[in-house]
Nanobody, 118 residues
């Protein structure tokens, strides 16, 4: 059974940084696309960033470009989201997701709360 477990969320002041981790068990992620999404209070879940294995490519939402960096360590079956210059509008529950390259995301973590105070 595939499980994704996020960690690294918390409370941070505006301008600060956090690093989220997503550990995957039950499946080797080396050929999977891995994504980060977030859901702010009262809003829909939005795409944040993704990393594709072959060719190695990353994608970002416009709202986080230049501030967030997604990376993966296939040896550790882990994906990261480095978040810098955080803003109050980044406050949300952040979710990690996985899928085969040509499929919709079908594996999801439970989420980790990120709160950015002004």
């Amino acid at each position: 059974q595939v499980q994704l477990v996020e960690s690294g969320g918390g409370l941070v002041q505006a301008g600060g940084s956090l690093r989220l981790s997503c550990v995957v068990t039950g499946r080797t992620i080396s050929t999977y696309k891995m994504g980060w999404f977030r859901r702010a209070p009262g809003k829909d879940r939005d795409f944040v960033a993704a990393t594709i294995w072959s060719p190695t490519t990353t994608y970002y939402a416009d709202s986080v470009k230049g501030r967030f960096t997604v990376s993966r360590d296939n040896a550790k079956n882990t994906v990261y989201l480095q978040m810098n210059s955080l803003k109050p509008e980044d406050t949300a529950v952040y979710y990690c997701a996985a899928a085969r390259p040509s499929s919709e995301y079908n594996y999801w973590g439970q989420g980790t709360q990120v709160t950015v105070s002004s």
